[in-house]
């Protein structure tokens, strides 16, 4: 009985590992396939949120901007960063995550611009 009982349990983690396994290299696939897509300024961008810690997402909830503009960017921050300054009763920890969010967003709008300028500029031969 022990036996059989042992023969199920090692049954049941070779398919269990191999559906993993399975699963891991599709995972793996569609993120290649994914970074491709999205070209070399999308690698640009993966370095700068792993720098910051930050991905592009959250920044943009955290100074709550939906598209990048420099205003709207800087006018959100100021406030954020006034509202939560330690002399007023602020918290030190959301106003670095504010500090944090605006730097993010703007080396994804540096990358956006130099992306530009090699797109405006004649590939030479």
Known sequence: MAKYLAQIIVMGAQVVGRAFARALRQE????RAAADARG????????????????????????NVSKLSPEEIQKNYEH????????????????????????????????QAQEDRERQQPPTT
Not at 28 to 31: D, H, I, L, P, T
Request: charged share 25%.
């Open 40 to 63: 070399r300024a999308g690698h640009q961008s993966a370095a700068a949120s792993n720098l910051s810690g930050l991905s592009l997402q959250e920044a943009q909830q955290i100074l």
């Open 28 to 31: 793996f696939a569609a993120s």
């Open 80 to 111: 954020l960063f006034k509202v939560n300054d330690k002399s007023v009763g602020g918290s030190f920890y959301l106003q670095s995550k504010v500090v944090r969010a605006k730097e993010r967003l703007e080396e994804e709008l540096r990358i």
